[in-house]
């Protein structure tokens, strides 16, 4: 039966890599080979599409594998990226996605550069981009070889090596051949197949405990081994003083690490006007949030019939709860209705792994193309010239987050994704902020803002638990940890923009008030946007 649902998984993940490849190419023999048309589809998605596509990329394998698993093992500590991730979008909604789309064109870089010096500003927010987006690309890597390895009876080291790798190949061939039309439609099924899948398993997980809360909550917190600290804050973040720290560290990360997210931001050029990518972002929100509540009680549910203990011994860091949830929800492992749901719940974990770093891959390749190749080596009229270069920069990114994924294995998707959502809010979010509503931002300002809130995060990572002097480590056998917390937002993030401040206050040329000007008029009317 176990080698039933092996196959039955497979081949339900292969028909939608036929049916996505099948996208692809069909998009990639109808498509122009224009900048606009390959980084933003050519501005023609409705809101409503590019809602489901916004939520088709921010739902990753992070929060269907790496959330309900954190709920899972530490309750209600595990909730906060649940809220920390929906809340997010209230400040990507009123501040980010109307102003970026009338300021820019396809990337962060454009809206910053709009009143600034265009090669050091594109050359250092593309450089961010493409941090954040190899270290999002890390988790995904990560989910999908958990996936694989549970599938495989957590014998498959090969497979689950391969595994990435093929992730990886795969979402060159969607970014290369497709362009952003092709990732969007891939985005929308996805987002279709997840909402679904989730659905399901939620309404079993009712079903089981009568539609009782409670009952669920006191099942979860009997079978976790922690009793009602189970239900209770501290369990993961509680006790000493760093733990604390971690915990409001991880919530700025999370809170503000979305409006620099570079994929997300992309999103926001698919749409023909400003009003366009509102209605966008309130169709998501209503998809994310749904999602996000669902989580909860996944992540409970697994608690409450798996057992907290049963989940770590699968994967310790809980990337397989809800794959086993659904075995169980399913019949049991011996049984056909598991077999068949525990396959369904694999190949939707699958697809949203391929869907997502498609997304990421695009929107990464778009600032190496369009910000640092653009500002390195110009060639005017030539656009052509920019998407090749965006191809190869896909190959690239792709081998870089498979060697990382193979590396980083054993970590929570969720978690790994936290330290992308803390080098976005240190690095992007203050030069963004300070571009569209600081009038004196100059230049230096912008540039000191950006590798200010970079420079440290990535710096505080290395140097923290994460790689080295914990059992979870990395790299476990070595010591060289001087930063005592796992996510370094709580640092990075002030001093991103307290360099920006300095920046611009030490910066020998003036602000361009012209400029400043014309950029907020355009970014209030839309009068301007491309």
């Known amino acids: 039966m ?4 092996q196959t039955l998984a497979i081949v339900l993940f292969s028909v939608f890599v036929a049916v996505t490849l099948g996208i692809t190419t069909w998009v990639g023999r109808r498509r122009h080979g224009s900048v606009e048309e390959f980084y933003a589809g050519g501005r023609l998605f409705s809101p409503l599409e590019n809602g489901f596509a916004i939520a088709g990329d921010y739902m990753s394998a992070a929060s269907f594998l790496g959330i309900s698993g954190l709920i899972a093992l530490y309750g209600y500590d595990g909730m906060l990226y649940s809220v920390g991730f929906l809340v997010a979008w209230l400040l990507v909604l009123l501040l980010v996605a109307e102003l970026v789309r009338n300021c820019g064109r396809f990337t962060l870089a454009d809206v910053v550069a709009a009143r600034m010096a265009e090669r ?9 981009s493409v941090a954040v987006s190899v270290l999002y690309l890390v988790a995904q890597m990560v989910g999908a070889g958990s996936l694989v390895a549970l599938l ?5 080291e090969a497979a689950r090596s391969w595994t ?3 992730v990886g190949a795969l979402m060159v061939i969607y970014v290369s051949l497709g362009g952003m039309r092709a990732t969007t439609w891939i985005q929308i099924v996805k987002a279709v197949l997840l909402m679904a899948g989730t659905i399901a398993l939620t309404v079993l997980v009712l079903l089981r405990f009568h539609g009782d809360m409670n009952q669920l909550l006191s099942a979860a917190a009997e079978r976790s081994g922690h009793g009602l600290d189970f239900l209770a804050p501290g369990l993961r973040y509680g006790g000493d003083w760093t733990a604390r720290l971690d915990f409001i560290s991880l919530g700025l990360a999370l809170v503000l690490g979305t409006a620099g997210l570079p994929h997300i931001l992309t999103r926001f050029y698919t749409v023909p006007t400003a009003r366009a990518a509102r209605r966008s972002v309130v169709w998501s929100i209503g998809l994310i949030g749904s999602f996000y509540l669902m989580t909860i009680v996944l992540g409970f549910g697994a608690a409450a019939l798996i057992g907290s203990d049963e989940v770590r011994a699968s994967n310790a860091s809980g990337n397989t709860a809800v794959p086993l949830l659904a075995l169980d929800l399913g019949g049991g492992a011996g049984s056909t209705g598991g077999a068949v ?3 369904v719940v694999a190949a939707v974990a699958f697809a949203t792994i391929l869907a997502v770093v498609a997304g990421i891959t695009l929107a990464s390749s778009a600032s190496v193309a369009h910000d640092l190749y653009a500002s390195l080596r110009r060639r005017h009229g030539k656009s052509y010239g920019e998407v090749t270069v965006a191809r190869f920069a896909a190959a690239g990114i792709g081998a870089a987050a498979i060697g990382l994924g193979l590396l980083a294995r054993d970590l929570n998707v969720a978690f790994l994704v936290g330290l992308a959502f803390a080098v976005a809010a240190s690095a992007n979010l203050p030069v963004l902020l300070y571009s569209l509503f600081w009038r004196r931002f100059t230049t230096r300002g912008a540039v000191w803002s950006v590798y200010g809130g970079l420079i440290p995060a990535v710096l505080l990572v290395v140097f923290s638990p994460v790689v080295t002097g914990s059992p979870e480590s990395l790299f476990p056998s070595v010591d060289f940890h001087l930063f005592p917390l796992q996510n370094p937002g709580l ?3 002030p001093l991103g923009f307290l360099a920006g401040w300095i920046g611009t206050v030490l910066s020998p040329d003036p602000p361009d008030e012209a400029r400043h000007a014309e950029t907020e008029v355009r970014s209030l009317t839309g009068a301007g946007a491309v």
Do not use: E, M, Y
């Open 2 to 5: 176990i080698r039933d649902h």
């Open 120 to 128: 050091p500003v594109r050359i250092a927010a593309g450089t961010s």
């Open 152 to 156: 495989l009876g957590g014998t498959g």
């Open 164 to 166: 990435v790798v093929g």
């Open 341 to 343: 749901l525990f396959a």
């Open 491 to 493: 640092v990075s993030i």
